[in-house]
């Protein structure tokens, strides 16, 4: 069974690039079918799409935030990540990663929390 | 865009309760909806995809039904680890996908 977990700072500043890592286990993201993406969910808040990429790089990504992000994926190392820049304090919330098949997210990871602060 | 909106925002019940959520869209989105269950502290958990399939080893109590604009998240009788938060989720836009703003679950 396919499992993600988020990795990376749980403090960044305002005005720098929050960066953060998903590894996924149980299963290759090479294989297709599947694309992979970030979820964001501000403190007490709703869910919101980031983007997501496929094994061969092809991304797509919230036209809010398309400006501010990249995401990348490294088969070798079965990781996809997320870079933000510019970060505010706006961007503060816990950050999710999640396998989907382009109509559902699932499964999910357990989500890592983002400060952003000085 | 296309937004999502749930009703009620939270509710309390009692358990062995049913409970209903609903969810629109602000457009027909044909049976393009999920719903998700989050628990506090944890990440959200798929329970029904294409608006009424339920998601493998999801206990049956929980259903889903509507098309085009209006859906209907129902537990049948409310247990105590039902405690959670519930969204939709639609999928008629893709890639830009969009969740309703949540509907907290409570035990009274």
């Known amino acids: 069974q396919v499992q993600l977990q988020e990795s990376g700072p749980g403090l960044v500043k305002p005005s720098q690039t929050l960066s953060l890592t998903c590894t996924v286990s149980?299963?290759?993201?090479?294989?297709?079918?599947?694309?992979w993406s970030w979820i964001r969910q501000h403190p007490g808040k709703g869910l919101e799409w980031i983007g997501y990429?496929?094994?061969?790089?092809?991304?797509y990504y919230n036209p809010s935030l398309k400006s501010r992000v990249t995401i990348s994926v490294d088969t070798s190392k079965n990781q996809f990540s997320l870079k933000l820049s510019s970060v505010t304090a706006a961007d503060t919330a816990v950050y999710y990663c999640?396998?989907?098949?382009?109509?559902?997210?699932?499964?999910w990871g357990q989500g890592t929390l983002v400060t952003v602060s000085s | 865009d296309i937004q999502m909106t749930q009703s009620p925002s939270s509710l309390s019940a009692s358990v062995g309760d049913r409970v209903t959520i609903t969810c629109q869209a602000s457009?027909?989105?044909?049976?393009?909806l999920n719903w998700y269950q989050q628990k506090p502290g944890k990440a959200p958990k798929l329970l029904i995809y294409?608006?009424?399939n339920l998601e493998t080893g999801v206990p049956s109590r929980f259903s889903g039904s509507g098309s085009g604009t209006d859906f209907t998240f129902t537990i049948s009788s409310l247990q105590p680890e039902d405690i959670a938060t519930y969204y939709c989720?639609?999928?008629?836009?893709?890639?830009?996908?969009?969740f309703g703003p949540g509907t907290k679950v409570d035990i009274k």
């Open positions: 999640a396998s989907t098949s382009g109509n559902w997210f699932d499964p």
């Open positions: 149980g299963g290759s993201i090479s294989s297709g079918g599947y694309y």
């Open positions: 990429i496929y094994y061969s790089g092809s991304t």
């Open positions: 457009q027909d989105i044909s049976n393009y």
């Open positions: 294409d608006a009424s």
């Open positions: 989720q639609q999928y008629d836009n893709l890639p830009m996908v969009t």
